[in-house]
């Protein structure tokens, strides 16, 4: 990759000085910093960075300048013993993370480097990047992209997927094709947003060899013969008619090879579950809005069924994800009600959601969400209703307050046996005073009841403000009715603290905060990864400029 | 508008008319070869998917008989006994260093075959991948056999003393640093195993590992090994006698394996295995 960096800084450099117009830079950067603290009663042990590196962490500098329809940019990842890419173990890794350059001429748009993108709503492609996760999935390729019109427009791309400083073998190419078309009358308009994507992967040799080795692996039952090329299409569209607003997807998928962890295998003797497959799959998907006066609704609707779509079929959690398949459920951000979040399912699932808004007056407003996720087999796998009311009292306080209840299928999501289904009710509390214009206090009070898994939470916080510099923030998380044994066997009631400060200077955040965090298993895949317990501190830093 | 739909469509037709000429799914091949390969399972009573593990190991096992030496190893991760089902605590502290040492992994069952480095970052030496495993056999079988090793074990059944004597013969001249392991481990153990989202109670666990003799990263065998230069060493082990339901010496086998002893080379050269009772 650092090869192709002189080329262009030539670019960049000839351009500045024969160019008429002044350049734009801009940029951003962003680091976190970990001081690990080993503490073995909540397992925050066993890995490197607790045994003797005690210090990781990550850095990501972007810079980008534009000039005369040139857009070049490039960007500087470092990670330094870092437990992002594999929690259980440490990672070292510095290098030019990204590259691309784009040119406008006329009506067409050139782009090559590492390139993010997506098609429709990333069913089939989706190139995007979550550094919480170390997903960067960029595509490093080429694409080109003619505006027919203003509203019409084609795009075109070949490449491989970005795997950390390299790239997984195998190529991908896609075409998309999307516009705008308005039908009403300019007082009342209805307009269609239609789209379509085609995508096509071509697993490489190598990737096809470490296929047939684990075919070759398998009883003659299951044996298949598997094929280099998939095709992956979708279409889709957003029709707008006043207030109301209607997106629909659907999105097909040829026969892949992909690996199916409820698929029964047949052993020498018996049979265990978790396969590779070859199946075509399918995506629908719809979203409907609508809002008038005091109300607001949004229902939504997905079924989803063999849509696992992987460079390498031999990967596994989150590595070498073509697509993305959004999840239905609420997203939520308190501590307790987002303990428990489904995955979207890939194999199977039917999800169906609906949000409700109404505004009773200035002060007042009111929102329920509910959501139904199952197998297309019937079984439960989720199921939420969370209420919410804001209530603002002037400009001095404003109540937020509510309760979720819950439904959660540890089975499938965590791949954990014979337990019963997390059933929870969590009743919360957000409090903001402010004092000053300038000083305000939050408060958070969040208590999740349960029987299952860990057993009942509380959680509280308490943050001051001082505007527009500082925040302190204080808070604990305490497990209260304890159902797992600790690693001495017992019952233990722990609380999990993190006491932290936040830094502000215009575009720059700094935070720094001293951190207990519970553990916990993710399984995916039909393979399990410990997402460990932290303890230690943690800062962190971000600005752009 | 017109030309995008014909662009598309015309697009849509070439690629979805494309055929490709499919490429048959051939049958293992059993090299010969006087190369023992050694298998090292990470795995857990308490791990959902490690039953695939186990059923692909026992695959290979019959596939290469007498070219595999299998240890499953029950170190920390996932590997607590049941809670009101298991009769036995598998783990033991050099299992839980070995399982440390394989760092990084991703999940389990993973599995390492002879220690080979596979550059991958998330996965050094042993991959969650069980279809994989079979193929990393074949693999290190039909690689050159440099070193033979010999095995002689005496057991007193009264005593319940183990002696156990081997010899390492380099078969060609051997650059480099060597150690060398030597494994207990026990089959037929019937004990309780989370299988998916049941929990199986009467699973038959095979080549758990009970204890290691040397370090857990093996003891010094020797520096740049010279072809036919014989290397002998004896250790000794008396088997506890509890808890009752382990420890079976007719169950029981010995591995030995000799490894490269580098920090940037730990792959195993040679391995064997003999029953403690035959």
């Known amino acids: ?545 | 508008m017109k030309n995008i739909s014909i662009i598309l469509l015309l697009s849509f037709i070439f690629l979805y008319s494309c055929e490709e000429i499919m490429q048959p799914i051939a049958d293992p091949e059993i090299p010969v070869t006087d190369r023992v390969v050694l298998l090292e399972e990470l795995t857990g009573a308490s791990c959902p998917n490690c039953p695939k593990g186990t059923a692909a190991v026992e695959a290979i096992l019959q596939k290469f008989p007498g070219k595999v030496a299998a240890i499953g190893i029950h170190g920390e991760f996932l590997a607590k006994p049941i809670p009101g089902k298991s009769k036995y605590d598998f783990r033991n502290k050099k299992a839980a260093d070995l399982e440390n040492w394989f760092q990084p992994w991703l999940g389990k069952p993973a599995a390492s075959v002879n220690r080979v480095d596979l550059n991958n970052p998330d996965q050094k030496y042993a991959t969650v991948s069980t279809g994989q495993w079979q193929a990393n056999v074949e693999k290190e079988l039909n690689k050159p056999h440099q070193l033979s090793i010999l095995m002689d074990l005496k057991f007193d059944a009264t005593s319940r003393v183990l002696d156990i004597d081997f010899t390492a013969i380099p078969l060609v001249d051997l650059d480099g640093n060597y150690n060398f392991t030597i494994y207990l481990t026990e089959s037929k153990i019937m004990d309780a195993q989370t299988n998916g989202n049941v929990i199986i109670d009467e699973f038959e666990h095979n080549h758990v590992l009970r204890e290691i003799l040397t370090k857990f990263d093996g003891d010094v065998l020797g520096t740049d090994l010279k072809k036919n230069v014989l290397i002998k060493k004896k250790y000794s082990y008396t088997l506890p006698s509890t808890p009752e339901g382990l420890w079976k010496p007719e169950n029981m086998d010995v591995v030995i394996a000799i490894h490269h002893s580098s920090t940037t080379d730990r792959s195993v050269v040679q391995a064997a295995y003999e029953h403690v009772i035959k």
């Open chain 1, 1 to 545: 990759m650092t090869r192709i960096l002189p080329l262009i800084f030539i670019i960049f450099f000839s351009s500045t000085l024969f160019a008429q117009e002044k350049g734009v830079f801009s940029g951003a950067f962003e680091t976190n910093a970990n001081v690990f603290l080993r503490d073995s009663s909540i397992h925050a042990n066993n890995t490197p960075q607790y045994d003797h590196q005690f210090f990781g962490g990550e850095a990501w500098l972007n810079l980008n300048y534009k000039i005369q329809g040139f857009t070049i940019g490039t960007r500087f990842d470092m990670f330094h013993n870092s437990n992002l890419r594999n929690p259980t173990g440490s990672y070292s890794g510095t290098g030019i993370g990204r590259w691309y350059l784009k040119k406008q001429i006329n009506k067409l748009e050139i782009s090559a480097g590492y390139l993010y993108d997506q098609i429709g709503s990333g069913f089939i492609f989706r190139a995007f990047e979550t550094r919480p996760l170390f997903i960067d999935n960029a595509l490093y390729g080429a694409s080109m992209k003619y505006n027919f019109s203003d509203t019409w427009h084609l795009m075109g791309f070949v490449g491989k997927q970005k795997n950390a400083f390299d790239t997984y073998s195998g190529n991908l190419k896609g075409i998309r094709a999307e516009g705008f078309i308005n039908l009403g009358s300019e007082e009342s308009p209805i307009t269609f947003a239609p789209g379509i994507g085609l995508v096509n992967k071509t697993i490489s040799d190598d990737y096809m060899s470490g296929v047939k080795d684990v075919l070759r692996s398998y009883q003659a039952e299951d044996r298949f013969t598997p094929s280099f090329n998939t095709f992956a299409s979708t279409i889709y569209n957003t029709l707008n008619y006043k207030s109301l607003s209607l997106y629909t997807e659907v999105a097909l998928k040829s026969k892949d090879v992909f690996y199916n962890p409820f698929a029964e295998k047949t052993e020498l003797v018996g049979s265990t579950t978790g396969k590779l497959v070859s199946q075509s799959g399918s995506v629908l998907y719809g979203s409907l809005s609508f809002a008038q006066g005091k109300w607001g609704v949004t229902a939504e609707v997905k079924r989803t069924e063999n849509f696992s779509f992987r460079v390498d079929p031999n990967l596994t959690l989150l590595r070498g994800l073509i697509n993305y398949l959004t999840p239905l459920n609420r997203q939520n951000t308190y501590r307790l009600t987002a303990r428990y979040s489904p995955a979207a399912q890939d194999i199977s699932e039917i999800a169906y959601a609906l949000d409700l808004r109404y505004k009773f007056n200035k002060a007042l407003s009111a929102n329920v969400n509910i959501s139904n996720i199952n197998t297309l087999a019937g079984d439960t796998l989720f199921q939420e209703v969370f209420t919410e009311v804001i209530y603002k009292h002037k400009r001095k306080w404003q109540l937020t307050s509510g309760v979720q209840f819950l439904t959660y299928n540890q089975e499938i999501y965590e791949t954990k046996a014979e337990v019963p289904l997390v059933k929870a009710v969590t009743p919360y509390l957000d409090f903001l005073y402010k004092f000053t214009p300038t000083e305000a206090l939050r408060l958070e009070l969040q208590y999740m009841n349960t029987k299952q898994d860990f057993g009942s939470w509380i959680f509280g916080l308490a943050e001051f403000s001082i505007a527009p510099r500082w925040n302190f923030e204080m808070s604990g998380m305490y497990n209260n009715k304890p159902k797992k044994p600790n690693s001495k066997g017992e019952l233990e009631k722990i609380l999990y603290p993190t006491l932290g400060i936040v830094f502000f200077n215009e575009s720059q955040r700094y935070s720094l905060r001293y951190v207990k965090q519970v553990e916990g298993v993710v399984c995916s895949g039909g393979i399990c990864r410990l997402e460990p317990a932290f303890s230690g501190v943690r800062f962190s830093m971000n600005t752009t400029f």
